[in-house]
């Protein structure tokens, strides 16, 4: 039997918006100037919506919400092989808002930007390899 269209576009939605956040992720901390704060809030946001596709794809309803260890802990609760990538992905939702707002933290070194970068690509690369080809962007 087939997959229900609709639900193969969403999860493939969220699975594209997610890699334009690991794109924008690397490209922000590849400048000259590099801008690891912002590049950070995307690495939050990609792992948040990898996260989300695998839950939408295992008709998992999630509440709006930018917590990774909400997010990670029901995915592990489905696929326990992703345990030990949700407790460390845990680390990225402060990301979501920590240097969004002026008053807040100094910016991050770019080195803290490029491991949140390969993190997020983590969750995403184990998110894609636990779906179904025809949700594959």
Known sequence: MQPDPRKVGEAREWLQRAIADLESAAVLIGSTPSHPDTALFHCQQAAEKAWK?????????????????????????????????????????????????????????????????????????AILARLPAEVRP
């Not at 680390?91 to 997020?120: C, I, K, N, S």
């Open 53 to 125: 596709a695998f839950l939408f794809w295992h008709d998992l309803p999630f509440r709006k919400t930018h917590d990774l260890r909400e997010l990670g802990s029901a995915c592990a609760r489905l696929d326990g092989s992703l345990s030990s990538l949700a407790e460390r992905a845990e680390d990225l939702t402060q990301f979501a808002w920590v240097f969004r707002y002026p008053g807040g933290l100094q910016a991050p070194p770019r080195e803290e930007g490029e491991e949140a970068l390969l993190l997020a690509r983590e969750v995403y690369e």
